[in-house]
């Protein structure tokens, strides 16, 4: 069987042995960069994060990003204690002590902090918030296509866990990550609670249909930013762009398909249960938003 690929596949680069992570307002080495065992993340997956990429010394999109930490914060009432601003600086702090340009990502992470005793109440976290930054040379190296098994686990409803908040609590997702890995897949295909496709375990996901783009509807996805850049991008260059309800045969009949992250910006998918999706490679529109999108991020 041919070897699983991931979305967030990188090279190996020796210089990430010699990181420096930001930590509480300390950079550590990555031997020392440690937090509580009565940490909220640790204990309850109790937090939130935000992925960021580095092109030619800045942040791609770094106040959309910075915006969507702060207000998943505020949807599970996490004061952070510190403003835009303030994490602004702590990642440029940290990129500058680790001497990175380009090809880096970075992981911003919150946690409402560590606990007076291990249980759940929130009100047990009476030390503030622990706040880390990793980051690592990172240069995406996927390889091939990606192939896609549908799994039975769905991104759920606002009022069980809101699949726009990007939590730590990621436990349904691996799940269905594991599920499409038995399948002999790379990563899972999740469908909404009325069994249209959403999105996968880890990336936003669109089809390709006759020289239309098209993705969910956003009501039961992670509100990407990457996702929202290439819909953009399609509507500014007359690539016809739709945000609807769509099926796995539709999806079984496409043309091209591709995963949209922060990481691996545009990936393609090659194979769907089984089914090879149009040449089973990056088909020419999505070659083309993927060159709109390098642009765009570059600048």
């Known amino acids: 069987m041919t070897q699983p690929v991931t979305t967030h596949q990188a090279e190996d680069d020796a210089r990430n042995e010699d990181i420096l992570i930001w930590v509480n307002g300390a950079l550590k080495p990555k031997a020392e960069a440690l937090v509580s065992v009565y940490d909220s993340g640790f204990m309850l997956g109790d937090g939130v994060w935000e992925g960021l ?11 959309e990003h910075l915006d969507r930490l702060l207000e998943a914060a505020l949807a599970i009432d996490l004061d952070i204690g510190r403003t835009k601003a303030d994490l602004a600086a702590a990642l440029e702090e940290t990129r500058a002590a680790n001497d990175m340009v380009h090809d880096a990502h970075a992981r911003l992470m919150v946690t409402r902090g560590v606990k007076t005793r291990p249980f759940q109440h929130p009100s047990l976290s009476r030390q503030g918030p622990t706040l880390v930054i990793i980051m690592e040379h990172s240069r995406p190296a996927i390889g091939r296509p990606v192939r896609l098994a549908t799994v039975p686990h769905m991104r759920g409803l606002p009022m069980t866990q809101d699949p726009k908040l990007n939590s730590h609590s990621k436990l349904n997702c691996i799940l269905a990550c594991i599920a499409a890995e038995k ?30 783009v098209w993705t969910s509807t956003g009501d039961y996805c992670m509100n990407g930013i990457t996702r929202r850049k290439v819909i953009e991008l399609c509507r500014a260059n007359a690539i016809p762009v739709f945000e609807r309800n769509f099926s796995l045969v539709d999806c079984y009949g496409a043309d091209e398909a591709f995963l949209t992250g922060t990481f691996g910006a545009q990936t393609p998918v090659g194979l769907i249960d089984g089914r090879v999706i149009g040449t089973g490679g990056a088909g020419p529109v999505t070659t083309r938003i993927r060159e709109l999108y390098k642009q765009l991020a570059g600048a």
């Open 53 to 63: 990429r580095l092109y030619n010394g800045r942040w791609a999109f770094l106040d």
């Open 183 to 212: 399948a002999g897949a790379d990563e899972a295909l999740m469908l909404d609670v009325h069994g249209f496709v959403n999105t996968t375990n880890a990336c936003n996901f669109f089809i390709v249909r006759k020289g239309e």
